[in-house]
């Protein structure tokens, strides 16, 4: 598939419209997180939580993650950069894993017990909302496209929205029941799913 950076006449209009959808999705992704950084580090800094903290370097990854994107939909559509834009997303993905399994083994170690915020609340609660809707439709444009690198992308989003709804349980649980180890614990959960979908975006095949 062929698609280039100003969607040329040798694009088909629903390609085009696909296109145009596709980099609608990652810019709508980018605002919001770009967005979201100055909300989690103010109700991090509030708060002093850990995982405000580090929803806000989750936040970074999926920018890293939609950047690449935006550079590929833009791009000639070969298959060569494909494959490079995988394997960044794909290290993403990584990166990801590591923050979780690094934050919630310093977490659960130390006991820390962080404030409440509401502002982290509240935000925590749009983003999961927000990023699943946008996971989805990145999921059905990539699949129109025949495009890996949205499909996987779409991956990225649908963790950020998980990681959201864990970070959301946690906080409730931690103001209303004191329950402070909840949120690590839950973020346990996405790590396995995160090393999974880097390894399989990571694979030389994985373009194909």
Known sequence: MNHGSDLGPDVSDAGTRLLRRGLALEWTTLGWNVAGLGVLAAAAVAARSV???GFGIDSLIEIAASTVVVWELT???DRG?????LRLIGWAFVALA????????????TGFHPG???AGTVWTAATAVVMAALAAGKARTGRA?????LVAEGRVTAVDALLAAAVLVGLLLNAHLDWWWADPAAGLVIV???IT???AALLPSGAG
Do not use: D
């Not at 496209?145 to 690198?149: A, D, E, G, K, T």
């Open 51 to 53: 995982a405000l903290a």
């Open 75 to 77: 791009g000639s559509g």
């Open 81 to 85: 950069r494909q494959r490079r834009a």
């Open 98 to 109: 590591v923050y979780l399994l690094v934050q919630t083994v310093v977490v659960l170690a």
């Open 116 to 118: 409440t915020s509401t």
């Open 145 to 149: 496209l025949n495009n890996p690198v």
């Open 192 to 194: 396995g799913y995160a």
């Open 197 to 199: 979908e880097g390894r």
